[in-house]
């Protein structure tokens, strides 16, 4: 059974371009966390999808969005990208009716120059 | 969800017992204590949790004090991939679905 994978692992982009991570929750979870860790701190909510709509969200502008698709995979889109914008992005999954406890993937770092 | 304090960092020797504390005084009554670790360029790993009774799992246990404003994580055999950075949080029990919120955490480093 995987877990939680992301793609890409790793990703250079230029201040004002656009990016799409992409994450695959693990079998028989559907809802599904993204997080931005900066370097040094710990993870930040952005936001939750479940069901195909943002449930729940974090202290992040606009610029952040994201999408939920029936097969409970997710995107996490980023516009507009600020030097502040590098980070590490991870994903949580967790059953949604009974899981306490969520399951992070490896994460996406990341760098805007 | 409440607040945690905890240490920045601790060190413990391989094969010892590592104890990491954490301070939740404003915990509310319907608030869990989460465990969750950090190991380099990895995600989260969920670890153990309580409410009131002290929990004990294949990884390792949880002591809650009475008054419930602090606990305490034990690792009873610390190994060298034990080192990491390990986040305690308080949040209400998973009736819906909840965002976890990360402090900055314990950089445990078990040294040989």
């Known amino acids: 059974d995987a877990g939680v994978t992301q793609s890409p692992t790793h990703l250079i982009k230029t201040r004002g371009q656009q990016v799409t991570l992409r994450c695959s929750p693990k079998?028989?979870?559907?809802?599904v966390s993204w997080y931005q860790q900066a370097l040094g701190q710990g993870p930040q909510f952005i936001f939750q999808?479940?069901?195909?709509?943002?449930?729940q969200r974090g202290n992040f502008p606009d610029r952040f969005s994201g999408h939920q698709f029936p097969n409970y995979s997710s995107e996490l889109n980023v516009n507009a990208l600020l030097l502040g914008d590098s980070a590490l992005y991870l994903c949580?999954?967790?059953?949604?009716?009974?899981?306490?406890?969520?399951?992070f993937g490896p994460g996406t770092r990341l760098t805007v120059t | 969800d409440a607040k945690t304090t905890q240490p920045p960092s601790m060190d413990c020797a391989e094969g010892r017992a590592a104890n990491l504390p954490c301070n939740h005084s404003?915990?509310?009554?319907?608030?869990?204590v989460y465990w969750y670790r950090q190991i380099h360029s990895q995600g989260p790993q969920y670890i153990i949790h309580?409410?009131?009774n002290n929990e004990t799992n294949e990884m390792a246990s949880l002591i809650i004090t009475e008054d419930r404003k602090s606990s305490t994580l034990i690792l009873p055999h610390a190994t060298l991939r034990d080192t990491a950075v390990y986040y305690c949080?308080?949040?209400?029990?998973?009736?819906?679905?909840?965002?976890?919120?990360f402090g900055s955490g314990t950089r445990l480093q078990v040294q040989p």
């Open positions: 949580a999954s967790r059953a949604g009716t009974s899981g306490y406890e969520q399951y």
């Open positions: 079998s028989g979870h559907d809802t």
């Open positions: 999808y479940y069901e195909e709509e943002e449930r």
């Open positions: 404003t915990i509310s009554g319907n608030e869990y």
């Open positions: 309580g409410l009131k």
């Open positions: 949080i308080v949040r209400v029990g998973d009736t819906g679905r909840r965002a976890l919120t």
